[in-house]
């Protein structure tokens, strides 16, 4: 069992940034991949990064650039997100897979507004 909670959601002018934080617990050392997913109003789950226990990375094309994702341990995760766009705006999600399994934390709020 692994247990996820996000934190750094905000409300952020256009071109500002954010840092935010996922930190899991329980049995950490079963994860493998972790990552970043966001949901926008009337939109679907998207991907926005993952990263591997050996630190390989994804981006979706939308934040390239613009985002980073990086990794502390095997549990703690972050997304940087620099030049932060409206459409930006969503509930972001952590991600944790093991098993086959993906775990999610509960959300933290981006908003990205003037």
């Known amino acids: 069992q692994v247990q996820l909670v996000e934190s750094g959601g905000g409300l952020v002018q256009p071109g500002g940034s954010l840092r935010l934080s996922c930190a899991a617990s329980?049995?950490?050392?079963?994860?493998?991949?972790m990552g970043w997913y966001r949901q926008a109003p009337g939109k679907e789950r998207e991907l926005v990064a993952t990263?591997?226990?050996?630190?390989?990375t994804k981006y979706a094309d939308s934040v390239k650039g613009r985002f980073t994702i990086s990794r502390l341990n095997i549990g703690d995760v972050y997304l940087q997100m620099n030049s932060l766009k409206a459409e930006d705006t969503a509930l972001y999600y952590c991600?944790?897979?093991?098993?086959?399994?993906?775990?999610w934390g509960k959300g933290t709020l981006v908003t990205v507004s003037s």
């Open positions: 329980g049995n950490i050392f079963i994860i493998n991949t």
């Open positions: 991600n944790a897979l093991y098993n086959g399994i993906d775990c």
């Open positions: 990263i591997t226990r050996g630190g390989g």
